[in-house]
């Protein structure tokens, strides 16, 4: 049965689920009648310095697989219709390299500013982690309606501490948008 976290908490993978080599990361919300999102999820592979070590560990719908193999998002869903995750990254923890300590999971609303729509205005938002060989939930973090009025909203953190794996619910929003999102972590937007 899998761990559900509340703002803030950490569970450890490793010990949740022993053995665990790789993993899905599923995303997911709900539209509310009559309203037309684009939602966009991405992933930051970040060392010590809470920095991407360079420009291709942004991972996202432009940047779909990291350049070690170790990250692949699986594609875009525009419209975010249907049930279960609507957006989905895989991560292959045996691949992370070793000064990789973070993959921050975070989700941005395409045109938010121009279309004026924040995460309050989505309904059923979460995230959890799947073991990719069992298929089998480890844990999942439901935002519910604690969603901000932001643009952009971080999802969750899997962090590697010695030869653990954890996972946090962060569950912070942030004003602006995938540009603003991707220069807090080190990323070059100007390039």
Not at 46 to 75: I, M, W
Not at 91 to 112: N, S
């Amino acid at each position: 049965m899998a761990i559900t976290l509340k703002k803030g908490a950490k569970v450890s993978l490793t010990k949740t689920e022993p053995g665990l080599e790789a993993i899905h990361i599923g995303l997911g919300w709900d539209l509310r009648p009559g309203m037309a999102f684009d939602v966009d999820a991405s992933l930051f592979m970040l060392d010590g310095g809470r920095k991407v070590r360079r420009d291709e560990d942004f991972v996202f719908y432009n940047n779909r697989r990291s350049p070690c193999g170790a990250v692949e998002h699986r594609g875009d869903n525009r419209s975010g219709a249907g049930d279960g995750d609507d957006e989905v990254i895989l991560v292959d923890l045996r691949k992370v390299p070793a000064d990789v300590e973070a993959l921050v999971v975070a989700v941005t609303i395409h045109e938010a500013e121009r279309r004026r729509q924040t995460f309050s205005q989505l309904d059923n938002a979460f995230i959890r982690i799947v073991n990719q060989r069992t298929r089998a939930e480890v844990t999942r973090f439901d935002l519910g309606r604690q969603a901000p009025s932001d643009e952009v909203m971080l999802f969750g953190e899997v962090s590697r501490q010695h030869d653990e794996w954890h996972f946090r619910a962060v569950g912070d929003g942030l004003a602006g948008d995938l540009g603003t999102l991707a220069e807090l972590f080190g990323v070059d937007v100007r390039g």
